[in-house]
């Protein structure tokens, strides 16, 4: 349960910083990783647009498009060891993989040459949540980042850890991206 509080209050300051640097909560190619620690247990949470995962951003409605998404997901599922790469010597284990896709629809008018203009767009977002159970803590190791060798349109992603009382973020936009946690 403690986990889980901290989760939601990195959370909150990592969409507060993201919100105030991108003026939206929704970027293409941005998105954020949560990562909190009480001691060897901790849980990840990771949020980017539909469109640097599955390549679109509409809701899946045809078979070709709920393939893809399917696909991907199971990909985040799979590769998160990958992607989020902790110290061999904290044998840390992911479980869960826990995923929600939220869905925006959004009519917007503006005035473009005098006449009123409906404008439609449609946003997601891809919502994963991770355990992570390690032999010790990490705190003092050093995590590395590699979502951009899976999904290449992954710009840039603000990540931020608490782990015990060790507090860091780092800009992940390429891989073999470091965060030092002392």
């Not at 507060?16 to 949470?45: C, P, V, Y």
């Not at 044998?91 to 959004?106: H, I, L, N, P, R």
């Amino acid at each position: 349960m403690k986990v889980f509080l901290v989760i939601m209050m990195v959370s909150s300051m990592v969409m507060a910083k993201h919100e105030h640097r991108e003026h939206s909560a929704h970027k293409h190619g941005a998105g954020t990783l949560a990562i909190a620690f009480d001691g060897a247990k901790g849980q990840l949470q990771l949020q980017v647009p539909g469109e640097s995962i599955f390549g679109f951003e509409y809701e899946a409605v045809s078979e070709k498009d709920k393939k893809i998404q399917k696909d991907m997901i199971e990909k985040l599922q799979s590769k998160i060891s990958e992607m989020v790469v902790f110290e061999a010597a904290s044998e840390c284990k992911f479980a869960g993989g826990k995923y929600e896709v939220k869905s925006e629809k959004k009519v917007e008018a503006h005035k473009k040459g005098g006449k009123q203009v409906k404008h439609k767009s449609e946003h997601s977002d891809v919502m994963m949540t991770y355990d992570v159970v390690c032999a010790k803590s990490p705190v003092g190791t050093e995590l590395t980042f590699n979502f951009q060798k899976h999904f290449p349109r992954i710009h840039d992603l603000d990540v931020s850890v608490i782990a015990d009382a060790v507090q860091k973020s780092v800009e992940a936009k390429a891989n073999g991206t470091k965060l030092l946690l002392k």
